[in-house]
């Protein structure tokens, strides 16, 4: 595809539900950022992969959040036991790996606990 | 920790006026510096990205930045009433993830 894409766009989840986040980054894109963002906040670090490799998974708020690549394209972020404090957007973006080190972002997720 | 610091706004100009956005940063090895826009609802989209201080042209956008004051601004000239969105300045340190700011939410009153 030409961007980057994220499904379902909307989740309406109860409290202590599962839920799984896709992306589908550009394609060739090596990296690939998980970010969580608030109502009126920027964007925050959660998890960066390099292919398949998850090189950076300080930004996971607890071990109720989980997220995988297995073979270097598309990205599932899982919660597990969702809370109401999970509620915010979910942008997923890639990077080609090149000198300009760029990242596009997808539409985004919008999650709310209720 | 790293931080990036932005005026929240709202920062309103009148159309055709320049608008300038201002963004500090606290880590001194930052390398990468990024503008991008978001409007309500919507995604962050990429405008401006500088490595070298200076000034760095795109259009009617205008990307500044200085290292030894660890600042880095965003210029819009002839601003229009489209450009009314919330500006994000990000901050990398090479193969890092970005680091974002709050954003400054400008309004462009026609």
């Known amino acids: 595809g030409a961007g980057v894409s994220q499904s379902p766009r909307y989740k309406v989840a109860k409290r202590g539900q599962d839920v799984a986040l896709r992306c589908d980054p550009i394609?060739?894109?090596?990296?690939l950022f998980w970010y969580q963002q608030a109502l009126g906040q920027g964007p925050e670090f959660l998890t960066y992969?390099?292919?398949?490799?998850?090189?950076?998974k300080s930004g996971l708020p607890s071990d109720r959040f989980f997220a995988e690549r297995p073979e270097g394209s598309v990205s599932t972020l899982k919660i597990q036991r969702t809370q109401q404090e999970d509620s915010a957007v979910y942008l997923c973006?890639?990077?080609?790996?090149?000198?300009?080190?760029?990242?596009?972002f997808g539409p985004g997720t919008r999650l709310t606990v209720l | 920790q790293k931080e990036v610091e932005q005026n929240s706004g709202p920062l309103s100009v009148p159309e055709g006026a320049i608008a300038s956005l201002n963004c500090t940063y606290s880590?001194?090895?930052?390398?990468?510096f990024f503008w991008y826009r978001q409007y309500s609802g919507k995604s962050p989209e990429l405008i401006m990205f500088?490595?070298?201080?200076g000034d760095k042209e795109d259009g009617r956008f205008t990307a500044q930045l200085n290292k030894a004051s660890q600042y880095v601004s965003l210029l819009i000239r002839d601003s229009q009433p489209s450009d009314s969105a919330t500006y994000l300045c990000?901050?990398?340190?090479?193969?890092?993830?970005?680091?974002f700011g709050k954003g400054t939410r400008l309004s462009v009153i026609a």
């Open positions: 394609s060739g894109h090596v990296s």
């Open positions: 992969f390099q292919n398949e490799a998850q090189l950076d």
């Open positions: 880590d001194r090895g930052s390398q990468s």
């Open positions: 973006a890639s990077r080609s790996g090149g000198v300009t080190d760029t990242q596009y």
């Open positions: 990000a901050v990398s340190s090479g193969n890092t993830p970005l680091v």
């Open positions: 500088i490595y070298s201080n």
